[in-house]
């Protein structure tokens, strides 16, 4: 029962970033084009399960002192993995997101979930964990892109939606575009009750 | 000459690390409530962001391009991050226990902020020399300073403004934010 609650938190209750509000960069930086989101999120969640995995099997053996330092090798050994095989598998993804692959590791959430749950949780909660919160994180960046991209080049996942009349608004995939589309998206959130703060 | 000094304007105003590269969010948000926070992080950019793009680019030169090891970079930059923060807070712990406290649980978290790393990281990608490393490094951090401490003032602000409801906490601050990052734009025509 536990376990199906440690899922379904990450989809709406603490849904990263709306909700949880950490990992702004990536956030705003990738949410250009639906591809690039769904491709950010799918990485972050391999990254996330596994190093929570890992991290939940050797909670035991880490010294409480230098547990931040280890937890970043961790998840920095899980990025380079993610960042060869894209490359090697997914190049196009690869160039589109840049130096944003490798950005993974300072990705707030996943550092934030090693320390705030699978240090101290067992393997299948840390797994059903990692699973919920990656989950929640690409549905947040494919929203969050999806209405970027409509309004901002008139497609979604680069089929063409709008009509041959429509006016991009290019405001909406600028850097401004993003911060205030996600500003406007928590506060929607906010109708359902107060966000949590940093 | 003329060179540093546009990639200084350009890395400053133009293309600002936090508000047109999107790196750095976290702190962004998380510390501007009030102006001395904002001024410690900024200070602490400054500090370790110079520090770790000099160091991260020395050892990537000579060592991982030397030996052929630049798949490892990723690690070996976070590894070399870490402990450059560490060592900066046991620095201010001992020195400025004031600027300590008020940092608080953010001064670790300068080893998570996309910023240093990501400067780190475009540092060697874009194949900068050293000075360019050292130009680039330095005024990046002032650039996020910059935002940093900007949006601390407009906060501190909007402390006392009546806001509606729905808009309270991390909602307005981005739309601040991206209202600055507007007006960020101006510069365009200047590099």
Known sequence: MSIV????????????????????????????????GIGMGLMLTFVLVFSNILISLLRKIIPPSVRIACFIVVIATFVVIVELVSQAYAYPLYQKLGIFIPLIVVNCIVLGRAEAFASKNGVVASIADGLGMGIGYTISLTVLAAIRE????????????????????????????????LGLI????????????M | MSDYLLMAVSAIFVNNILLAQYLGNCPFVGVSKKMDTAAGMAGGVVFVLTLAGVITWTIDFFLLRHFDLVYLRTIVFILVIAALVQFVETFLKKMVPPLYKGLGIFLPLITTNCAIFGVCIINVRKDFNFMETLVF????AIGFGL?????????ERMATARIPKIMEGTAVTMITAGFMALSFFGFLGMA
């Open chain 1, 5 to 36: 609650k440690e899922f379904t938190k990450g989809l709406w209750a603490e849904i990263p970033p709306f909700r949880f509000v950490l990992g702004l960069c990536p956030t705003l930086a990738v949410t250009k084009s639906v591809e690039t």
């Open chain 1, 150 to 181: 409509l309004f901002g080049a008139g497609t979604l996942y680069g089929i063409k939606i709008m009509g041959p009349s429509f006016e991009p608004f290019t405001f909406m995939v600028s850097a401004p575009g993003a911060f205030v589309c």
């Open chain 1, 186 to 197: 928590l506060c929607t959130m906010n109708l359902f009750g107060k966000a949590k703060d």
């Open chain 2, 137 to 140: 490094s330095v005024t990046s």
């Open chain 2, 147 to 155: 935002a940093l401490v900007i949006m601390a003032g407009l906060r």
